[in-house]
Nanobody, 115 residues
């Protein structure tokens, strides 16, 4: 059974940091690209970062220079280090595994950036 479980969300003040984790099971993790999306209320999910199976990374302009995506194939996990957080980063964050024509999604984790 495929599972993606996000953790690490919470509340933080502007300028603070959070590290999101995405634990994966039930598929060959190392062959899948891992991505992080976020979703604002009433809007579609927005792709913010991807790390490919070959470790190539890409970022949305809105998070470039502040967020870092990584993966650990030994632990079947992906991470999103979020630094210098801003109020506009407040959203629900989802991880996605993509490969072989399929996508798997986690359930999401809430991030709130507020003073």
């Amino acid at each position: 059974q495929v599972q993606l479980v996000e953790s690490g969300g919470g509340s933080v003040q502007p300028g603070g940091s959070l590290r999101l984790s995405c634990g994966a099971s039930g598929f060959n993790f190392e062959y899948y690209a891992m991505s992080w999306y976020r979703q604002y209320p009433g809007q579609e999910r927005e792709l913010i970062a991807t790390v490919s199976a070959t470790w190539h990374t890409e970022y949305a302009d809105s998070v470039k220079g502040r967020f870092t995506i990584s993966r650990d194939n030994d632990k079947n996990a992906a991470f999103l280090q979020m630094d210098n957080l801003k109020s506009e980063d407040t959203a629900v964050y989802f991880c996605k595994a993509g490969g072989s024509g399929v996508n798997y999604w986690g359930q999401g984790t809430q991030v709130i950036v507020s003073s």
